[in-house]
C-alpha cells in the first residue's frame, strides 16, 4: 500500500519565520507561496527539495487542529509525515481492517496538493501522525 514519501509536515506559529529560516539556515530557494486551506484550519506552503517537500503549516482560524499542537509546542515542531498511495478508499479500508482509527469523519477531504487525504491517528502508528494521500495522476 505505502508509496512514496510526498512530504513531511511541520506546524509553526509563523509560516513568514519558517520560510525564513529554512532560506537563511538551510539555504532552500524552490518555496512556494502560502496560501490557505479552510476546510482544513491552516496555512501551507512548501519547501521543494529535490526528492521531497517540507510542508510548512500555520493554524488558520479559531478552531484549527493545529492550536492544540502548538499549545504543546510553542515554537512549532514536526506534524506529520505524508505517504502516497494508489487508491485512498482502499487504503482507508485497509486501514480500518487492521484496527486504526482514521480521523474526523473518515472521508477522505482535499488536501493541498488537490488530491484526497486522510489522517490515520498517531496511536495506532507508533506516535507518528500519518497522512495518506492519493498520487497525483502524472505519478501513475
Ligand atoms: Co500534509
Given at each position: 500500500m505505502i508509496g512514496r514519501l510526498n512530504h513531511v509536515g511541520v506546524a509553526t506559529p509563523s509560516i513568514d519565520d519558517s520560510i525564513r529560516l529554512y532560506r537563511e539556515?538551510?539555504?532552500?530557494t524552490d518555496i512556494t507561496e502560502p496560501f490557505d486551506l479552510p476546510p482544513q484550519g491552516v496555512r501551507v506552503c512548501f519547501v521543494n527539495l529535490p526528492n521531497s517537500q517540507i510542508e510548512l503549516i500555520e493554524p488558520l482560524g479559531?478552531?484549527?487542529?493545529?492550536t492544540g499542537f502548538l499549545a504543546k509546542n510553542p515554537k512549532g515542531g514536526q506534524h506529520h509525515v505524508c505517504f502516497e498511495v494508489e487508491d485512498i478508499i482502499a487504503a482507508r479500508d485497509e486501514m480500518r481492517a487492521k484496527g486504526a482509527t482514521i480521523l474526523g469523519t473518515g472521508e477522505p477531504r482535499i488536501g493541498a496538493h488537490g488530491t484526497p487525504v486522510i489522517f490515520v491517528h498517531p496511536k495506532d502508528m507508533g506516535g507518528v501522525l500519518v497522512e495518506l494521500m492519493q498520487q497525483p495522476d502524472e505519478a501513475h
Open positions: 539556515m538551510l539555504g532552500a479559531e478552531d484549527s487542529p493545529l
